[in-house]
């Protein structure tokens, strides 16, 4: 497993992110319940408590089956390469493109992922994102200070871009409402900055990102894939960098895909959470606009009738990938279950046979504990025997100390 925590880049957001997407990526070639278990290992992300929660409360390893079934009803193409992060670039192929065609789900309950790509599904360069970073900082500098005319400028070309707002001079900014997402876009910005540091290092600086900043969310309608095209009701980092590349000649934009149906209410948060980890799209480091716990907003996710459940098990059902993805799994965890008993049952032969050894200890006590009363009696008599007990005895006692343990076990 790789130390994000050392080496030469130690603690830098892209060696983490790095090493975070080669884990997974590994994992999920060997299978979905490797890819569940290693997405769940990340550490440093906000929706980690809700890991730990069920983790604490013994709950995790039935999570990790939830979340296994979960993952195959996403398509293994459409999950291969969120996984691997070139989604947008996979999607250009028609036959992706109708697995993931939106317009046949206005009826459903579904996850989604932005990228921020161009048209043809590539991302912008670490040099190309540090300029908008750049404009960024002026942009956010004067938040509450009217006098800052030079940000105040450069504001008012991004707030007024998309939709209808008007920019004002009095230190109002369109993509800040306050001082704690000031707060958040600065270190969101830091966070950028340290995982193309990371690029430089490698020699990457001028080549797109190995991996396009996203966000995953969860939609009961189209509608809400137009709310976030027009910045209402939107993540605000998100909307900020793609305004900001707006006012740069519009190349890179954040572009949506549908990556699957949800089958139950549960898939609702169980898929924002999970789809997070799988994609990175978390801004921790630097891979994703989205700062907050993933699947908090959806419980209204339960509210739906049972037909619209119902619907999507259906259409998935019908799928001629479906079964055989979930048949194979199955047949893993089959195999699986057969070893664990397999070891169980030796195991326990094993425990009889402790047991009996036990049984034969405990005489072996009794009678150490009789020859020694008959030692103190008819020492003279007994010491012949006693010296030919005396290895015995010595092996009692060292494995009620606990020192034999490993040779009782061979």
């Known amino acids: 497993m790789t130390?994000?925590?050392?080496?030469?880049y130690g603690g830098n957001p892209g060696m983490i992110l790095d090493a975070y997407s080669r884990r997974l990526i590994e994992a999920h070639s060997k299978g979905l319940r490797e890819?569940?278990?290693a997405a769940l290992d990340l550490k440093g992300l906000p929706c980690d408590k809700w890991v730990n929660k069920r983790r604490d409360d013994?709950?995790?390893?039935?999570?990790k089956l939830e979340l296994l079934?979960?993952?195959?009803?996403?398509?293994?193409d459409v999950l291969k390469h969120l996984v691997q992060g070139d989604l947008p670039k996979a999607y250009s192929d028609p036959l992706m493109t109708s697995?993931?065609?939106g317009h046949k789900r206005e009826k459903r309950i579904f996850i989604y992922i932005h990228y921020l790509v161009n048209t043809i599904g590539v991302s912008p360069s670490p040099s190309q994102l540090e300029h908008v970073l750049d404009i960024a900082d002026i942009y956010i500098r004067g938040f509450g200070k009217p006098n800052d005319q030079a940000s105040y400028r450069t504001s008012k070309k991004i707030d007024e871009l998309i939709g209808n707002h008007k920019a004002e001079p009095d230190g109002k900014r369109r993509y800040i409402r306050g001082d704690t997402q000031y707060k958040v876009i600065n270190k969101w910005i830091?966070?950028?900055r340290g995982r193309i540091e990371f690029d430089k290092l490698k020699n990457r600086w001028d080549e797109p990102l190995t991996r396009p900043i996203s966000e995953v969310g969860f939609a009961s309608s189209l509608q809400r894939l137009d709310q976030h095209r027009k910045h209402v009701r939107s993540n605000y980092i998100m909307n900020l960098i793609e305004a900001i590349f707006a006012t740069e000649g519009g190349i890179?934009?954040?572009h949506q895909y549908i990556l699957f149906d949800c089958i139950e209410p549960c898939h609702g948060t169980f898929g924002e959470i999970l789809c997070s980890r799988y994609a990175q799209a978390y801004s921790t480091h630097g891979g994703?606009?989205?700062h907050f716990v993933a699947g908090v907003s959806v419980a209204n996710s339960y509210k739906y009738e049972e037909q619209n459940w119902s619907l999507a098990k259906e259409n998935l059902l019908k799928s001629d990938w479906f079964k055989p993805s979930i048949r194979k799994e199955m047949m893993k965890l089959r195999e699986e279950t057969r070893m664990h008993r397999r070891i169980y049952t030796s195991a326990e032969e094993q425990d009889e046979q402790l047991e009996e050894m036990s049984g034969i200890m405990n005489e072996l006590e009794v009678l150490k504990e009789s020859l020694v009363v008959s030692k103190e009696k008819f020492k003279e008599t007994t010491d012949e025997y006693m010296s030919m007990m005396d290895p015995m005895l010595g092996l009692l006692d060292l494995v009620e100390s606990g020192d034999s343990d490993d040779e009782i076990v061979e």
């Open 58 to 63: 013994g709950n995790l390893e039935v999570m």
């Open 99 to 101: 697995m993931m065609e």
């Open 190 to 192: 830091s966070l950028v």
């Open 69 to 76: 079934f979960m993952s195959a009803c996403i398509h293994p």
């Open 288 to 290: 994703g606009f989205s």
């Open 3 to 8: 130390d994000v925590n050392g080496g030469e």
């Open 35 to 37: 890819l569940v278990e």
């Open 252 to 254: 890179y934009k954040n």
